[in-house]
C-alpha cells in the first residue's frame, strides 16, 4: 500500500483513520525514511479509538521522530464525528488542513439509518451504508486538491443499489489510479471471516481520470502479480446509470463484452428477475418438512442441481412444503417453468453463477410453487417462463464467459437481483434457439455450453 503513493516532495500531511497499533503510517514513514519519498517534513493524524491501542500506537510512531522534521498527533477520538465537524467548520472542532496522504484500513461494519454516525455523514452530503466506505468518503473530502488516497476495503462498493450514492461521491471528487484485487476470498485474510474479496484502492483528489492500472494477486506474498493498464470506460462503462466498477483480469475484452449478439436487456427480452419471496423465518408456522395436504412445494437452492429439480428430499435440512393458505398465497408463484439463480456462493467455489430450471413435472399437480429468499427467480409477470427460454437463459448464464464477465463488478459472496438486472443477454430468439439446443443434447459438459456460446459471439 504505501508502495502505490507516488514519489512526494515538500510538507506531507497525512490522515491514518482506525489507526490500530500504527502498521499503515509505518510501512509508509519507513518508505519515506528510506528515501522513498523526497518529503521534508512529515505530519501524521492517526485516528484510534480503542484505548488499549493507544501506548502501541504512540511506540511505534514515536521511532521516526529523532530529525525534528516529523510530528504524530494521536487522536483517541470518533474519526467519523470528528472528520465531520471539520468538514461543516465547526468553531469548537480544532482545525485540520487538508491532507495531502491518507492511508487507510478502516473498521467494517454496518451503519443503521437513523445512527449518530449515519445522521452525521447526511451533514456532509455522504450517504452511506458501511464504515468502512464512511471512512473513504470522509478522507476525499478532507484531502488537497491532488491528495493520494489508498485504502484496503471489501470490494462490496462496487456494484449494488446501497452502495450507489458513495460511488457516485468518489467518482464525482477523485479519479481512480489504482485497484488490486485479492483473488482468493480466505488466503489473503486467512484470520478473519471473510466473505468477499477485498480491494487495495487508490483515488487522487480532483485528479483528471485517465488509465487505471489494474494488479491482480491470488493472495498476500504477492507471488504472481500481474499487471495491467485499462481506459476508464472498462472500469467504469459510459452507459450505466449505477455506475458499477469493474476491475478487469485480462487486457483483452471477454466474449460478453465483444459480442454484438450479447446486448440486450431483460425488458428488452420481457422477463423480471426477483428475489426469492418466501423468507423462511417469517413464515415458520406455515412450513412443512414433507409435503401434505394443504401444502404446495417450497424450493431452496438444495432442490437443484446440474441433473435437473429434485423434489422432495427426505432428510433435508430445510423444508420441502408451505401450506397454501390466506396468509403465504401472495408469496406462491404458478407452477411452471422458471430460471432459477443461487443467492449465495461459499468462500472458493469455482462458479459465482449457478443456474438451474424450475421443471414443473417434479411437483405433480401442484399448482403453486414457493420459492425462498435463496434463490433469484427469472419470470414473466410472477408466471413461468416458456420450457425453451427458461432452459436457454439457464445454458447462458452458466457459461464461463458470463460468471468471468460477472466476476468484474461482484467480488462477494451474493449474487443480488440487482446484478442480474444490470447484466446483458442474447435476444428472446437467441436465448429460445439455445434452449432447444439443449432439450436435444441430454446432459450439457461446461465444454458445450461455453463452445456454443461460441457460436453466438463469432
Same mark, same amino acid.
Given at each position: 500500500? +504505501?508502495?502505490?503513493?507516488?514519489?512526494?516532495?515538500?510538507?506531507?500531511?497525512?490522515?491514518?483513520?482506525?489507526? $490500530?497499533?500504527?502498521?499503515?503510517?509505518?510501512?509508509?514513514?519507513?518508505?519515506?525514511?528510506?528515501?522513498?519519498?523526497?518529503?521534508?517534513?512529515?505530519?501524521? =493524524?492517526?485516528?484510534?479509538?480503542?484505548?488499549?491501542?493507544?501506548?502501541?500506537?504512540?511506540?511505534?510512531?514515536?521511532?521516526?521522530?529523532?530529525?525534528?522534521?516529523?510530528?504524530?498527533?494521536?487522536?483517541?477520538?470518533?474519526?467519523?464525528?470528528?472528520?465531520?465537524?471539520?468538514?461543516?467548520?465547526?468553531?469548537?472542532?480544532?482545525?485540520?488542513?487538508? /491532507?495531502?496522504?491518507?492511508?487507510?484500513?478502516?473498521?467494517?461494519?454496518?451503519?443503521?439509518?437513523?445512527?449518530?454516525?449515519?445522521?452525521?455523514?447526511?451533514?456532509?452530503?455522504?450517504?452511506?451504508?458501511?464504515?468502512?466506505?464512511?471512512?473513504?468518503?470522509?478522507? *476525499?473530502?478532507?484531502?488537497?486538491? %491532488?491528495?493520494?488516497?489508498?485504502?484496503?476495503?471489501?470490494?462490496?462498493?462496487? !456494484?449494488? &443499489?446501497?452502495?450507489?450514492?458513495?460511488?457516485?461521491?468518489?467518482?464525482?471528487?477523485? +479519479?481512480?489510479?489504482?485497484?488490486?484485487?485479492?483473488?482468493?476470498?480466505?488466503?489473503?485474510?486467512?484470520?478473519?471471516?471473510?466473505?468477499?474479496?477485498?480491494?487495495?484502492?487508490?483515488?487522487?483528489?480532483?485528479?483528471?481520470? $485517465?488509465?487505471?492500472?489494474?494488479?491482480?494477486?491470488?493472495?498476500?506474498?504477492?507471488?504472481?502479480?500481474?499487471?495491467?493498464?485499462?481506459?476508464?470506460?472498462?472500469?467504469?462503462?459510459?452507459?450505466?446509470?449505477?455506475?458499477?466498477?469493474?476491475?478487469?483480469?485480462?487486457?483483452?475484452?471477454?466474449?460478453?463484452?465483444?459480442?454484438?449478439?450479447?446486448?440486450?436487456?431483460?425488458? =428488452?427480452?420481457?422477463?423480471?428477475?426477483?428475489? %426469492?419471496?418466501?423468507?423462511?423465518?417469517?413464515?415458520?408456522?406455515?412450513?412443512?418438512?414433507?409435503?401434505?395436504?394443504?401444502? *404446495?412445494?417450497?424450493?431452496?437452492?438444495?432442490?437443484?442441481?446440474?441433473?435437473?429439480?429434485?423434489? &422432495?428430499?427426505? %432428510?433435508?435440512?430445510?423444508?420441502?412444503?408451505?401450506?397454501?393458505?390466506?396468509?403465504?398465497?401472495?408469496?406462491? /408463484?404458478?407452477?411452471?417453468? /422458471?430460471?432459477?439463480?443461487?443467492?449465495?456462493?461459499?468462500?472458493?467455489?469455482?462458479?459465482?453463477?449457478?443456474?438451474? *430450471?424450475?421443471?414443473?413435472?417434479?411437483?405433480?399437480?401442484?399448482?403453486?410453487?414457493?420459492?425462498?429468499?435463496?434463490?433469484?427467480?427469472?419470470?414473466? !409477470?410472477?408466471?413461468?417462463?416458456?420450457?425453451?427460454?427458461?432452459?436457454?437463459?439457464?445454458?447462458?448464464?452458466?457459461?464461463?464467459?458470463?460468471?468471468?464477465?460477472?466476476?468484474?463488478?461482484?467480488?462477494?459472496?451474493?449474487?443480488?437481483?440487482?446484478?442480474?438486472?444490470?447484466?446483458? /443477454?442474447?435476444?428472446?430468439?437467441?436465448?429460445?434457439?439455445?434452449?432447444?439446443?439443449?432439450?436435444?443434447?441430454?446432459?450439457?459438459?461446461?465444454?458445450?455450453? =461455453?463452445?456454443?456460446?461460441?457460436?453466438?459471439?463469432?
Amino acid at each position: 500500500m +504505501a508502495s502505490l503513493f507516488p514519489d512526494g516532495t515538500g510538507d506531507c500531511h497525512l490522515l491514518d483513520a482506525g489507526a $490500530g497499533i500504527g502498521s499503515l503510517s509505518a510501512a509508509f514513514l519507513d518508505r519515506w525514511r528510506s528515501g522513498g519519498f523526497c518529503f521534508s517534513r512529515v505530519t501524521v =493524524d492517526a485516528f484510534e479509538l480503542d484505548a488499549a491501542l493507544m501506548d502501541h500506537l504512540a511506540s511505534t510512531l514515536e521511532r521516526y521522530n529523532h530529525k525534528g522534521d516529523f510530528v504524530a498527533n494521536i487522536r483517541q477520538e470518533d474519526f467519523i464525528l470528528a472528520a465531520v465537524e471539520t468538514l461543516e467548520g465547526n468553531l469548537f472542532s480544532p482545525p485540520i488542513e487538508r /491532507y495531502s496522504h491518507a492511508i487507510l484500513n478502516p473498521p467494517y461494519k454496518k451503519i443503521n439509518r437513523n445512527s449518530a454516525h449515519r445522521l452525521a455523514l447526511r451533514r456532509v452530503s455522504i450517504e452511506t451504508v458501511n464504515l468502512y466506505s464512511a471512512f473513504v468518503a470522509l478522507a *476525499v473530502a478532507q484531502a488537497a486538491p %491532488g491528495g493520494q488516497i489508498v485504502a484496503i476495503i471489501p470490494r462490496s462498493f462496487c !456494484n449494488g &443499489p446501497y452502495y450507489r450514492p458513495f460511488r457516485d461521491f468518489i467518482l464525482e471528487r477523485a +479519479a481512480v489510479r489504482h485497484m488490486h484485487l485479492f483473488q482468493s476470498r480466505s488466503k489473503a485474510f486467512k484470520d478473519d471471516e471473510v466473505l468477499q474479496e477485498n480491494i487495495i484502492i487508490r483515488l487522487e483528489r480532483g485528479g483528471q481520470q $485517465g488509465l487505471v492500472t489494474v494488479t491482480t494477486s491470488t493472495d498476500d506474498t504477492f507471488a504472481d502479480l500481474v499487471t495491467h493498464e485499462h481506459p476508464f470506460d472498462r472500469i467504469v462503462f459510459p452507459d450505466d446509470p449505477e455506475r458499477f466498477i469493474h476491475v478487469p483480469m485480462s487486457p483483452e475484452k471477454n466474449a460478453i463484452e465483444l459480442s454484438e449478439a450479447i446486448r440486450c436487456t431483460l425488458a =428488452d427480452l420481457g422477463i423480471k428477475v426477483s428475489t %426469492g419471496p418466501v423468507v423462511d423465518f417469517r413464515l415458520k408456522e406455515h412450513l412443512r418438512d414433507m409435503p401434505g395436504e394443504d401444502t *404446495v412445494p417450497l424450493l431452496y437452492p438444495g432442490h437443484f442441481s446440474s441433473t435437473g429439480t429434485t423434489w &422432495p428430499i427426505e %432428510g433435508m435440512k430445510k423444508p420441502n412444503a408451505i401450506e397454501r393458505n390466506a396468509d403465504t398465497k401472495k408469496w406462491l /408463484y404458478p407452477t411452471g417453468f /422458471y430460471c432459477v439463480v443461487r443467492r449465495f456462493s461459499s468462500k472458493e467455489e469455482r462458479r459465482r453463477i449457478v443456474a438451474s *430450471v424450475v421443471e414443473p413435472n417434479a411437483f405433480g399437480d401442484a399448482p403453486v410453487l414457493g420459492f425462498e429468499n435463496h434463490l433469484n427467480l427469472f419470470h414473466e !409477470n410472477k408466471r413461468g417462463l416458456p420450457e425453451a427460454l427458461a432452459r436457454g437463459l439457464a445454458v447462458f448464464l452458466n457459461t464461463s464467459a458470463v460468471d468471468e464477465n460477472f466476476r468484474c463488478f461482484n467480488g462477494h459472496t451474493q449474487v443480488n437481483a440487482t446484478d442480474l438486472k444490470r447484466m446483458k /443477454y442474447p435476444s428472446r430468439e437467441t436465448l429460445i434457439e439455445l434452449g432447444e439446443w439443449a432439450m436435444q443434447q441430454g446432459t450439457l459438459t461446461q465444454e458445450q455450453i =461455453d463452445a456454443k456460446l461460441g457460436t453466438l459471439t463469432e
